[in-house]
């Protein structure tokens, strides 16, 4: 008991380090963004009339912007200058929050957190145009799906141009090394999953003479919206909300099946069967722990496997294999897989009307997207160069041609692509080749989120807030700091704080939606 005690008491340090360290990094993102925004001021005051710069606020997801010369190829391919004010993930949240709380944007702001309330709140405000009206005069534009298009809207209207994606990209990746150094099958059920973390923790997958040095799965401190999020449908839970045969729309982690994966999930790490820092522990900490031999089973997009493969170059585990699972189910039921994607549409491309203040530029801002939808910028966004970073062989196969190169200079690019849907491009790397295969098949498993094309009120003005409350009870749960009577009673304090106005709203919503299909 006592080393657990002074193992939660570490706990709460770090989580209070952490806090410190937000803290400062919002104020630094804040003079970031102000100076950003300062300089786009000055460039952008274009002669003659004519728009020639555009800023962009976007997300990175590589440790460090693009060192390369991709930025240019574009800028030469689309005709405009290109600001770009990177937003790094472990820090997007706070800079987001603080660029629409103080009204200092860019040009373009990539809004990729579709439930944040102060991002739907901005969004409903007026800061940002409707692009609804003029998206059919653009040819890449005029394709995007009415489902995505109908997930994009915020009271009726449509802030922004949405990301196109993938309906489903999640799954589970195991290291099939480890699967082959103990002879274990490849697992399909949840008992054979929860076999193969003993497994992994108990043996010796590494086969370096070391027990107990490993774990089965690494989760990050995101795991209440992603990694276990996405568990919960194998489970049978719901993909954020559900409709249950009364026909009311109710959250997920209501559920019993909910429930029942949180108790699965806790015995996982009751057990020692998972990182126990999960809580605190950042994405980029989550890849060096994988990267380090030291977990094997994530809760993630099936694509990061290239990822990991890529980081453990020149490490004791460059031999890592993984092996992706978009079939899991719960022993007796049939394959599901929950959206991770807003059912395909990753968020806005959101033009601020401080800095487009007329419809001619907007239509400047709105054909440089449209313009990076081509086929050419998103082989840019995607490959590279060609003859730098990748050459096309026979078959129009295409091939990297120097791995570390395009994760410096190619890869923090892709996060922002207008649509991930450009194309299908073979390639001679058999694991990203089926990865597409597996994306593709997850449609067919896929669970969409019913709400998507519903309105609540009281959803985009204090989701955020209600959330946070139950996402707190979760990760108290899961380290036994709390029994399922606290969980239960956080549900009923989003209830009674205005859940219930939500569940209210949004089957309101359904039950006009539906009597006007019949």
């Known amino acids: 008991m006592k080393i657990k005690l002074n193992w939660m008491n570490v706990m709460k340090r770090n989580q209070k380090i952490k806090r410190i360290l937000i803290s400062s990094m919002m104020i630094f993102g804040i003079f970031s963004i102000l100076s950003g925004c300062s300089t786009e001021k000055k460039v952008a005051s274009d002669h003659n009339g004519k728009k020639d710069t555009i800023s962009w606020m976007t997300m990175l997801h590589t440790p460090t912007p693009s060192a390369g010369d991709i930025q240019k190829q574009l800028e030469k391919y689309t005709g405009k200058k290109i600001e770009f004010n990177w937003v790094p993930d472990a820090s997007k949240n706070e800079r987001i929050n603080a660029a629409l709380s103080s009204k200092s944007l860019t040009d373009i702001i990539s809004l990729t957190d579709i439930r944040n309330t102060t991002v739907r709140n901005a969004l409903a405000s007026g800061m940002f145009w409707d692009v609804e009206p003029y998206l059919k005069d653009y040819p890449n534009l005029a394709k995007i799906s009415k489902e995505r298009l109908d997930a994009a809207r915020i009271k009726?209207?449509?802030?922004?141009?949405?990301?196109?994606?993938?309906?489903?990209?999640?799954?589970?990746?195991?290291?099939?090394?480890?699967?082959?150094?103990?002879?274990?099958?490849?697992?399909?059920?949840?008992?054979?999953?929860?076999?193969?973390?003993?497994?992994?923790?108990?043996?010796?997958?590494?086969?370096?003479?070391?027990?107990?040095?490993?774990?089965?799965?690494?989760?990050?401190?995101?795991?209440?919206?992603?990694?276990?999020r996405s568990l919960t449908g194998y489970f049978g839970a719901g993909n954020w909300f559900t409709i249950t045969k009364d026909e009311k729309v109710k959250p997920a982690f209501m559920q019993p099946e909910y429930k029942k994966a949180m108790k699965w999930f806790h015995n996982i790490y009751k057990k020692g069967w998972m990182n126990s820092d999960f809580s605190v522990m950042t994405k980029n900490d989550q890849k060096d722990y994988?990267?380090?031999?030291?977990?094997?089973?994530?809760?993630?997009?099936?694509?990061?496997?290239?990822?990991?493969?890529?980081?453990?170059k020149g490490t004791?585990?460059?031999?890592?294999?993984?092996?992706?699972?978009?079939?899991?189910?719960?022993?007796?039921?049939?394959?599901?897989?929950?959206?991770?994607?807003?059912?395909?549409m990753g968020g806005w491309m959101a033009i601020s009307k401080q800095n487009v203040k007329t419809e001619k530029d907007l239509k400047v801002v709105l054909k440089f997207i449209n313009?990076?939808?081509?086929?050419?910028?998103?082989?840019?966004?995607?490959?590279?160069?060609?003859?730098?970073?990748?050459?096309?062989?026979?078959?129009?196969?295409?091939?990297?041609?120097?791995?570390?190169?395009?994760?410096?200079?190619v890869q923090p690019f892709a996060s922002s692509r207008p649509s991930a849907l450009v194309g299908d491009f073979k390639t001679t790397d058999a694991y990203?080749?089926?990865?597409?295969?597996?994306?593709?098949?997850?449609?067919?498993?896929?669970?969409?989120?019913?709400t998507q094309s519903l309105t609540s009120e009281t959803y985009d003005s204090q989701w955020s807030t209600l959330i946070e409350g139950v996402s707190d009870a979760y990760y108290k749960y899961m380290m036994g700091e709390m029994d399922m009577k606290g969980y239960d009673e956080a549900i009923k304090n989003f209830l009674d704080n205005g859940g219930s106005k939500i569940i209210q709203e949004f089957t309101d919503s359904y039950k006009a939606s539906q009597s006007k299909q019949h």
């Open 156 to 228: 009726g209207k449509i802030y922004g141009v949405p990301f196109q994606e993938p309906v489903a990209r999640y799954g589970i990746l195991i290291r099939q090394d480890w699967l082959d150094n103990l002879g274990l099958k490849v697992p399909h059920t949840l008992d054979e999953l929860e076999k193969v973390a003993q497994a992994f923790t108990e043996g010796d997958p590494n086969k370096d003479g070391k027990k107990h040095k490993t774990v089965g799965f690494v989760e990050n401190q995101e795991s209440f919206k992603y990694g276990f």
């Open 290 to 312: 994988i990267v380090q031999g030291k977990g094997g089973i994530v809760l993630t997009i099936l694509s990061e496997g290239r990822n990991y493969i890529n980081s453990a």
């Open 316 to 344: 004791d585990q460059e031999g890592m294999k993984w092996t992706m699972i978009n079939d899991m189910t719960d022993n007796q039921g049939k394959p599901r897989q929950l959206s991770d994607t807003n059912n395909g």
């Open 371 to 409: 313009d990076l939808m081509n086929e050419e910028p998103y082989k840019l966004m995607s490959f590279g160069e060609k003859d730098i970073h990748y050459k096309v062989n026979k078959g129009n196969i295409y091939e990297k041609i120097k791995s570390s190169n395009w994760q410096q200079e």
């Open 432 to 450: 990203s080749n089926l990865v597409n295969e597996k994306v593709k098949e997850n449609e067919k498993y896929a669970v969409l989120d019913p």
